[in-house]
């Protein structure tokens, strides 16, 4: 179908290793005069950085050539959050020369692992939203899909965390400071956009109304790219990130450098706020200048192509990551129709066809909305077309559905701009991203969307990258599925399902044991270099990682802990099987009561670890600043994945998929994706506690739950909760009389206390289960043997199938194979 001018190849024997350490000398000699034995590792990853993208380069503008010959369907994947994580492993896994790469190196006595280590984390994302969005980059360019993310080159990423006094601290995150290898800044891609201001109508020259804007205030956003490499396939995709600069032609406007600074540090962090939307001017303007940016280089790009308007729906599709870039909608207006003439109908119906969305949550303080004074006095032609989309939403809906329906689902309520519902009535697709999600946005939070526009709504439930979450960061268990069920599961992750017939074979159990048990050794080695504390690397290594946040509930994770705790004490000779628990989480400086969990949490390991009776019996380590890197080292060497957050409100999750990939074996709600999970591998498989979401439902209706009722009749909720404010935790006075309040008080939100007894019923079960190795290993076996189910390619392929309408490019070829 497609005839293509250039032939692209990748993969395997792409470079030797003679020519490799040519070039890597070439660019050492040439970068910092000197030669590779007298590199800093700094000097050396940088050198090393600059060889590999001279390796892809070529590829990366024949991809683009490509697209551009064949006029290719492209997606825009805009998202105000990536998180890529270091890219160095990931370029050399895909580029298929990470063999030749560690080899070259090992010539000069250096270890490619340190090397990588060098590499800045780039964390422009708070969590889940941001790592899917790096997940989607990487399976969209291995699936051969033409694919761009768009977003913002933050000077500062998500803030760096320690504990002082078992307190978060936030530190600035200068990834950026000994610049990033990767990035190709493009001057001349960059564009202007416009904030503030007046804006009229008027008579132009030739008797139509045009827009007129005076006294707004001109910024430069310059695109910073970086090449999303495919996995064997010779594609390399583009991630756009934009950075604010002063145009020259404004110079003159700013009297001081306080004065520039302001418009200057636009892009300057990222907003450390993981689902509450901030009502703050600069959080509205980063929204703006992304999309506007992002809109304004698609369309430069689609003039180039030379043709009419309505093919524009054949050639473009966008994507509205959540909705911080729901703005693309009335900015794709704005440009149609005061930049080209084109009609509001037309625009409307280009529009909607081109722009689809995500939703990432159910949590309803995480649906945003803007003030419309501030939308109006800080981008008035965005108000003036939002406000039109609105009226006119509002006329095309009446007669048809009821009042109070159509008022309940307008974009403007009040003093309040609905970006969730201005993504919903300007798009063709909305979609969840796990079925339990996707079925609640239907019955509940968007039912009343859902009545309106039932074909609008679909399902993607999420999936992960599983090279960077397999291949390269559990390399002993990837030696294993090599060894016993061949390498097709490198490219094709459904095929781990072949790991299903080595359930009963002991040698393939004992070998799967092993690999878990090596990097449990790497991690118990890196805990003790960064906390100082000892861990038993043959205890139950207990994983919860992920954002600090009430309904996630670590609190309850603790209040198990606790109870064990008190259970040594009491009987110290009792057979308990030694565990440790790892936490991994920050939280959003400003959510007061999320930092009280962690100084809590901090304040019991304490307790807990330096007392005598409890031995290795019950470690706590709470590991700071968690990152993508230090996912990858806990991931592998976990075996129970935590993921106990209230049913109904964690979307989806990855993490648990990404554990369950690790072999971990999965204690849950029936939340988000842990449902998918366990149909997946069966109930025998999983440990599942706890309320369903009906049953949190009906609590909600009928308003009949007491947390101090449970605390008054269950002697050990009542043991443990004293330990808040008794003084047996010492230092918590404060936190711990919050955690109190926040349950017996305020009445438990997120009913920990009604799910405790059954959580920690599941925990005694998972416990004794343990015990049988076999047991737990071929437990373990079928976790992974069908985590091939929840593959990022697999996710990307039906939004580019159903939503997108969006095909590979030809040269999808596994040349490496
Ligand atoms: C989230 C959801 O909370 C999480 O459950 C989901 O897996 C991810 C990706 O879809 O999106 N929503 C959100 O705002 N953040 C998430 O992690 N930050």
Known sequence: MFQSVFVIKGGKGMITKKQLIKELRKNVQEMYAIEIEDATEQELFFSLGTTIKGIYNKNWQKTWNNYLAEEQKQVYYFSIEFLPGKLLKSNLLNLGILEVVRESLAEFSVDLEDLAAVEKDMALGNGGLGRLASCFMDAIASSGLPGNGNGIRYDYGLFKQQFVDGYQVELPDEWLRNGNVWEIRRDS???????????????????????????????????????????????????????????????????????????????????????????????LAQEYFFVSAG????????????????????????????????????????????????????????????????????MAEALEKWPTYLMKRSLPRMYQIIKEIDRRYVVSMSGIHDAALIERTRIIQGEDIHMANLAIIGSHSTNGVAKLHSDLLKAVVLHDFYTIYPERFNNKTNGIAQRRWLQLSNEPLSRVLDETIGKSWRHEPADLKLLMNYQNDPIVLEKLAKAKQQKKEELAKYIQETTGIIVNPTAIFDVQIKRLHA??????????????????????????????????????????????????????????????????????VFLPNYNVSLAEKIIPAADVSEQISLASKEASGTSNMKLMLNGAITIATLDGANVEIRDAVGDENIYIFGLTEAEVYAYYENKNYSAREVYETNPIVHRVLNAFVDGSIPNIEREGQEIVDSLLLYNDEYFLLRDFDAYCEAQARLNQAYQDATHWQKCSLINIANAGTFSADKTVKQYAEDIWQIEPLFAHTHQGR
């Open 189 to 283: 891609k960059a564009v202007n956009v416009h904030f503030g201001g007046d804006v009229y109508m008027q008579p132009k020259s030739n008797g139509k109304l045009g827009v007129v804007a005076e006294n707004e205030t001109i910024l430069r956003a310059v695109p910073y790219d970086t090449g999303m490499v495919g996995f064997e396939n010779g594609i390399v995709n583009t991630m756009r990130l934009w950075s604010v600069e002063i145009p020259s032609s404004e110079e003159g406007k700013y009297r001081s450098i306080e004065e520039r600074r302001v418009f200057e540090d636009l892009t300057a962090v990222l907003y450390p706020d993981d689902s509450n939307a901030r009502g703050r001017l600069i959080r």
């Open 295 to 362: 809109i304004q280089s698609i369309i430069r790009y689609f003039k180039k192509l030379n043709h009419p308007w309505h093919v524009l729906s054949e050639k473009v599709a966008i994507h509205i990551n959540d909705t911080h870039p729901a703005l693309c909608i009335p900015e794709l207006m704005r440009i149609l129709m005061d930049e080209y003439e084109v009609s509001w109908e037309q625009a409307w119906d280009l529009t909607s066809k081109v722009m689809s969305y995500t939703n990432h949550t159910i």
């Open 551 to 620: 309904y996630k509930r670590q609190l309850l994770n603790l209040l198990h802990i606790l109870k064990l705790y008190f259970e040594i004490k009491e009987n110290p000779q009792a057979s308990i099987y030694p565990r440790v628990f790892i936490f991994g989480a920050k939280a959003a400086p400003s959510y007061a009561y999320a930092k009280s969990i962690i100084k809590v949490i901090n304040e019991v390991a304490n307790l807990v670890n330096h007392d005598q009776t409890i031995g290795d019996k019950l470690k706590i």
